[in-house]
């Protein structure tokens, strides 16, 4: 019989309450998250530390300014050169992934969880998780929620306030609530 920590690795449904490894690792990280937030932006080198000690895989090169907050931190790999504003969340009940060179405005949360529509289900407190993937070059604007089982591909922007409920192809900018895409990004786009 798999534990309730093994089906949420595996995308099946469970009870994440009813597990004490669960509650356990996701103490650890609200620990971790609060140790983060409570140091002073002079401490970088320290709250690096902290951030490799919480989170799956991180490159060399990357900041995350305070407040963060996560459910488990051992779900999130980072690439090189990654940037997330303030008061990002990642529930990362599933896997997130993010490639390099990403920017993330203020106020963005990346969930992974998903809740039972059907009542009786939903007080049970069963969820399951869809993983979330972000290519490189990718950009935010501020406020934007991605959804469970979202990919956006490489060189994409994707515009303030959106909710992206929907995969986003690659080079595109995409806006709205739900979010769609605009148009190609192209040259005339440089500045």
Excluded at 68 to 73: A, K, S, W
Excluded at 128 to 146: D, E, Q, R
Aim: with cysteine; hydrophobic share 35%; proline share 6%.
């Amino acid at each position: 019989m798999p534990t309730e920590k093994e089906k949420m690795i595996n995308g099946e449904p469970y009870y994440p309450f009813a597990d004490d490894t669960l509650k356990d690792e996701r103490n650890r990280a609200k620990e971790l998250c609060f140790e983060y937030n409570a140091l002073p932006p002079s401490k970088r080198a320290k709250k690096n530390e902290i951030l490799r000690k919480l989170f799956g895989k991180t490159a060399e090169n990357f900041l995350i300014e305070s407040d963060f907050n996560c459910d488990y931190g051992y779900n999130i790999e980072i690439g090189e050169n990654f940037y997330m504003n303030h008061n990002g969340i990642i529930l990362d009940c599933a896997k997130v992934k993010f490639g390099d060179n990403v920017f993330i405005g203020p106020n963005c949360g990346f969930y992974t969880a998903i809740h039972p529509i059907e009542p009786k289900q939903r007080i049970s407190a069963l969820e399951a998780a869809k993983p979330i993937t972000i290519g490189s070059n990718v950009w935010f604007g501020g406020n934007v929620v991605v959804l469970p089982g979202v990919t956006i591909g490489d060189n994409s922007v994707i515009g303030a306030g959106s909710v992206v409920t929907k995969s986003i192809p690659a080079g595109v900018v995409a806006v709205g609530n739900p979010c769609k895409v605009l148009r190609q990004i192209t040259e005339d786009d440089v500045l």
